[in-house]
Structures are given as C-alpha cells and as structure tokens.
C-alpha cells in the first residue's frame, strides 16, 4: 500500500509544477501508444486457447503432423426459385478460376452438387497452418466477390469457420468501434449533470480516455508475452473508462469541497490527496487484486484478461494522483465554468433532502430494512443456482451475419458430419501394428453406436511409420446437445480406453470439436472457480481492514459484495437462459451464459464496486471522528458523497449499457452483467443495505481499532467542521 505521504508530496510536486506534470504525462501516453503501434496486438491461436484433453489432442496431432490443413466451401445457390444448373456451373467455373490464383489457395476439388440439385459445392484447401487462416482469408473472400459480380443471376459465396471467424472480428471492430465512441460523449454529458459544469465533466473524461489510449498502446506490447483471445482491448475500454472517471471524479469533488470551503489551491490538492486519494489507492489495489485472481484461472484467456484490465488500472490509477492535481491547479476557478443551467442550482439546493429522504427508512428502521434488502437480493441470486456455463461457439454468433447464413445454406442443401470427434494417438516403433488394429477396432464399433455415423466411412490417417494415428469418427449431433456430450464421452471413458488405450506405452487423447472445446473449458472453470472467488474474497477482506483496521467492516464488505454479485448472476440466468428478452435485447437465446464470464465479472465487480464503498465508508468514517453519532455519520456522509458517488456508478451503467448493445452475445452478457450489479451496488446495497448495517452495529462496525473523535486526537483542539478537514495531516488519518 502506498504511504500517504507518498500522495502527498506527489500531488505537491504536480500541482506546484503543472507543466511539467501534464507534460509527462502526455508523452508517457504518445510513448505507450507508439510501443503498441510498434509491436502491434499479437492474437491468440486456436492451440493457445486449447484445453485439458482438446489441448493434448491438438499437441499429439501437430508432432505427428497429422493437423488438417483449413479448408473452407465454395457454394452456389439459388437466390430464389430453382437453381439454374447451367448459371450455377459457369458461376463455380468462374469462382474457381479465380481462387486458383490466390497465393493462399493449395487447390481447388472438383464440383459436387447437392442431392436435390438445388446447390453445387467445391472444397477449397489453403495453404499454411489453422490458427491463421482466418487472418488470410480475406483474398479468397473478395475473388469469390468478384465471381459473384460477374454472375449475378445466382447467390456465389465462401462459407467456412475461417469466413466465418473473420467477418466476427471485423463485426466486433466495428461495434465495440462505434460503443467506444459513443461512451466519450455519453460519459461526459453524465459527467455534466454530476459536476454541474463543463469544464469540471470534461477533466475526468479526458483523464479516463488517456487511461484508456495508453493502456491500449501497452496492453500491444504485453501482448508478445500473453497473446490476447480477443476480449481483451474492449475490457481495457470498459475498465479504463470506468475506473479512470471515478478515479478522478472522486479527487475532483474533495478538491472544490476543499476550495468552496476557503482552502487555498495547494492546500485543497493536498488535502484531497490526502482523503480521496488515499481512497483511490484503496480502491485501485483492491481492482488490482482481484483482477490477479484470475490468474489462478489457468488458461490463456483470463490471464490475458487480467493482465490488460490490471494494466489499464493501475494507469487510470496513476494519473488521478499524479497529473490530475497539475490540471486542478492549471484550470483553477475555470473548473466551475460555464456553469450548466438549472443543473447547478439542483446540486446545490436539493440533493442533500434528496438523500436524507432516501437513507430516513434505513436509519428509522435498520432491521426492518436489511431484511427485506437481503430477501430481495437473495431472490435475485437464487436462479443463479441454475446458471449453465458454455464455451462460445457457432450457435452464439449473429443470425443476421452474411457469413452465418452461408452457413445455414451451407447445411441446408449439404447435412454432412457435424462435431465430428477427432481421437489422436501415439506409440512406440514396435506398437504401430497394434495401434492399426485397435483403431480398426474403434471404427467398426462405432459404427454399430447410433451416437456416430459411418457416412462417410471415418478418415484414418497415419505418419512416422505408423507410430501416430488420427481418426475423424463422425456426429451429425449439434454442438450444444445432450447428446453431442454423451457422443463425446462415450469415446473418452469407453470406446477409446478399451481398444486404444490398451496397446502398450499408447498415448491418446480425443478432442478436434466444438463439443470437447466446450466440455473441456468448463471442466476448468468449474474446477478453478473455488480458488479464483476464494482468493479475490480474501484479498478484499485483506485490504478492507488494512486499510480500516477494522476486521468487521472488512467481513461485512466481503459479505456485501456477494450478494449484488449472486445477484447479478441471477439476473444472468433469468434474461440469457431464457427467451423473454430476446427481443427487448436483440439476441437469440442459447439457453446457457458464456463460461469464462461468471468468473471475469466477479473480479471486475468486486474491484468496481470498491470504487465508491471505500469512498463511501471513508466519508462515514470522518464524519465519525468528527464527533458525529453513527447514524448522524451514516447520514453525512452518504448525503456528502451521494452527487459523486452517483455519478460514478451512472458512468459505469452507461458505459457497460452500450457494451450490452452489441450483438455478439459475449458482449451483451458481459455488459447486462455488469450494468445490473453497478445499478444494484449504488441503490439497494448503498442506500438500504450498508447504511442498515452499520445503524445496527453502531461503532461495532470499526472493531477492533477504536474510532477516536479529531477532538480528542488533537487534545480536545477542533480539528475541523463535521464533514470536512483543514489539514492534510488530519484528513490522512479520517480515511
């Protein structure tokens, strides 16, 4: 933990010298961002992101070099009525032709025509490895464009998963593109009902987009270490914006308390150095931490998760106490300029009855209170009971995406094998005689197993004298059947152990699908989940009472965070594992939340939600030590930081709302996820919940240390007026 003196004398230097604070600052940020433009962002491959058994399958197949080359299918419809056979052949004749001189095309099959007539298929075999096909497919998309130009009469189009990865990645360039956008001007119109006026909105904004453009630049860099899966620059953008505004919104407001109160510039920087900074320290070590929970995770996606979000933290961090205090002092009496009509004479008139009418049940009847707020919060959780996790696969992409109704047509007019199950083997010089005939064995009993199908007969392929072996052993089963998992582990813990597995010295594995991707990743998340929540509960309680010296305050912390999060949960299971708010959200349900989110937004959320309970809880405490009975304490201050507080937890809805959004469902659960915890910790937990508790235990809540009022730390001296503090040696110690 940082020493307050630390903040401090950093926020004394950067106010007494801010020119050249803002100055390093920014060429910190162009020194970032030129890093990232160097190393650019290196992408995660299908085997970084494979797991348990998929991975040793994958692992066995690439020493043997029995991996198969990517291959996507060029398919001639009908745009409508019957297919014209003779438009078709010279469309194919044409498309052809023009793949063949792809540099990245192997070759081209021969034209084969679906069984009703009514579609014609040609394989197209590309050149170099899987993993990065979908980044080389552009070319032989656009000549298959150019064929479709050139015959308009029938639908020409490439279908296959590299097509299909590519136009997500290009749909999620443009979408999360145009939320980042949109969250600027959305964040700063907030920012202006919070702080009255413009100038005052716009200095955390342009602190939480330069958190945000230089946790990009590195997160590029940190990226040749820990390839990034994809997710990885959105959550820097939800987590930048949203830590990096609250960050300075909080310094922000204790600075024009201080100055409204008659403080002079320096002495208000130091003091809110001093009280919100030291929040802010708190709080961006808790995020910090909670975020490093996840990588106990054990696979590549959360620890490049962690990685970028604990990036980006730890900068939005950084410039709330270093270059924020220069902007403060360069800004001056601008800060209040030009005021906002209306809005301004609001905050100043109505906000404080506003609260106190909200906190008055609480505090009148906490028992009362906590009660119904806690059967409330347990009701919301309860579904999350029934929470079904799966790993992202085709059924979660866009119907609308041109690629995937390719991919419908595509199945339509040719229903080959599907999820088809790939069991990889190898054996010693002496074994591969025994290995042919165990295989042999494999494929005639799955042949009799209505869960597999023999049509086309399974592919056997062979290297290294025998001594590796793969076969492709057919489904027609779709991916996120019950069925398409019995098929999966009736080859693992059955068929394959007793025919394979028993050739001496034999290593296997069976993998190659959607469905043992699927299986396999949530095995591991399910296995992790314990440690990765346990470890981020017990650092919470670790800081909380470090930093409070009360081990109450830091139990009912941990307690309070559960909650909204199993809330949050429940509210996963009851709009995504259900199909009422498919139209209300624009999505099609799959009946199951994607397997990596529940773990990601416990962390976020535990280190989000600190953000304003350690502001919270900070202003009570001073308000205490200023003399203040517990429920007066209570009412000061969550009355005082209400406005800032608010307007925290809005940024954060805001910006997680237009994530939710987007169309690819990852996105949108993530976002209605947080949105829905966000809105639940600054309401039910902060206005029912917390000020309930700690009527209840009246200075209970500090135990064990002794809250000691200003006056009798300083000798019986008043130390300041209820609410606030004259000097920064004072106001370290009331947080």
């Not at 230089?214 to 620059?233: H, N, R, T």
């Not at 002079?264 to 320290?281: F, L, M, P, R, W």
């Not at 535990?606 to 202003?619: E, I, W």
């Not at 308000?623 to 000061?636: M, T, Y």
């Amino acid at each position: 933990m940082a020493n307050q003196n630390v903040l401090t004398r950093t926020a004394r230097w950067s106010a007494r010298h801010p020119w050249w604070a803002v100055v390093i600052w920014v060429l910190f940020v162009v020194l970032a961002l030129a890093v990232g433009g160097k190393t650019g962002t290196k992408v995660a491959t299908n085997t970084d992101l494979a797991i348990g058994q998929s991975a040793q399958a994958t692992a066995l197949a690439k020493a043997g070099g029995l991996t198969q080359p990517p291959t996507e299918a060029l398919l001639v419809t009908s745009l409508h009525g019957d297919l014209d056979k003779a438009a078709a052949e010279r469309a194919a004749t044409d498309a052809t032709g023009r793949l063949k001189g792809v540099a990245d095309v192997a070759s081209v099959g021969d034209l084969v025509p679906s069984a009703n007539g009514q579609a014609v298929l040609v394989p197209v075999v590309m050149k170099g490895e899987q993993d990065t096909a979908p980044d080389r497919v552009q070319p032989l998309i656009d000549a298959v464009k150019g064929a479709q130009d050139a015959n308009p009469s029938v639908r020409v189009e490439l279908v296959g998963p590299d097509t299909i990865k590519a136009a997500l990645n290009t749909l999620l360039d443009e979408q999360v593109g145009q939320a980042t956008l949109l969250s600027f001007p959305v964040t700063l119109i907030v920012m202006m009902f919070v702080c009255g006026a413009i100038i005052a909105a716009g200095v955390p904004v342009v602190l939480g987009l330069s958190a945000v453009l230089a946790g990009l630049g590195l997160w590029g860099a940190a990226s040749q270490l820990v390839p990034d899966p994809g997710a990885v620059s959105q959550l820097i953008v939800l987590m930048g914006m949203a830590v990096g505004v609250d960050y300075s919104l909080f310094y922000l407001k204790r600075y024009r308390e201080e100055r409204a109160r008659g403080l002079g510039k320096i002495d208000a920087v130091e003091v809110a150095a001093a009280t919100s900074g030291h929040s802010v320290v708190v709080s961006g070590t808790v995020v910090i931490l909670s975020m490093a929970a996840l990588y106990l995770g054990g696979n590549l996606a959360f620890t490049a998760m962690a990685t970028g979000s604990i990036l980006v933290v730890a900068i939005a961090m950084s410039a709330s106490l270093s270059v924020l205090p220069a902007m403060l002092i360069i800004f001056g009496r601008a800060l209040e300029k030009p005021r906002v009509p209306l809005i301004w004479r609001f905050q100043g008139r109505t906000n404080g009855r506003v609260w106190s009418a909200l906190l008055r049940p609480a505090l009148k009847h906490p028992a009362i209170s906590l009660l119904l707020s806690t059967i409330a919060l347990v009701a919301l959780a309860v579904p999350a009971m029934h929470l079904q996790l799966k790993a992202t696969g085709v059924d979660d992409l866009p119907r609308d995406m041109p690629a995937m109704q390719a991919e419908a047509r595509l199945t339509q007019f040719f229903p080959i094998q599907s999820n088809t199950q790939l069991v990889v083997a190898q054996v010693p010089a002496e074994g591969a005689a025994d290995l042919r005939t165990a295989i042999a064995t494999l494929v005639e009993r799955t042949s009799h197993d209505p869960l597999f199908t023999s049509t086309p007969p399974p592919e056997v392929n062979t290297s290294h004298e025998g001594r590796y072996a793969a076969v492709s052993i057919g489904t027609q089963l779709t991916s996120g059947s019950a069925e398409a998992r019995t098929s999966l582990s009736r080859l693992r813990t059955d068929l394959v152990p007793n025919t394979i597995g028993k050739v001496p010295g034999v290593k296997w594995a069976v993998g190659g699908s959607d469905v043992a991707y699927d299986v396999d990743y949530r095995a591991q998340v399910v296995d992790k989940m314990p440690w990765v929540l346990g470890f981020a509960l017990a650092l919470t309680f670790v800081v909380t009472a470090l930093s409070f010296r009360s081990l109450v305050l830091a139990l009912v912390t941990v307690v309070l965070n559960v909650l909204s999060a199993g809330a949050s949960f429940g509210v996963l299971e009851l709009v995504f594992q259900h199909t009422w708010a498919d139209k209300i959200l624009d999505f099609h349900s799959t009946g199951k939340v994607v397997a990596w989110l529940p773990l990601t937004l416990f962390v976020i959320l535990l280190g989000l939600s600190m953000d304003y309970h350690v502001f919270v809880v900070g202003r009570i405490r001073e308000a205490a030590q200023n003399g203040l009975s517990v429920r007066e304490a209570v009412e000061q201050g969550i009355t005082r930081s209400a406005g800032v507080v608010t307007g925290a937890a809005l940024v954060m809805i805001s910006v997680f709302a237009l994530f939710a959004s987007l169309t690819f469902i990852e996105m949108k659960q993530l976002g209605v996820g947080m949105a829905c915890a966000v809105l639940l910790d600054a309401t039910l937990i902060r206005i029912v919940v917390l000020p309930s508790v700690i009527a209840l235990l009246g200075r209970w809540i500090w135990w064990p240390s002794k809250l000691h009022t200003n006056a009798e730390a300083a000798g019986g001296a008043v130390a300041g007026e209820a609410g606030g503090v004259k000097s920064p040696a004072v106001a370290s110690e009331a947080v």
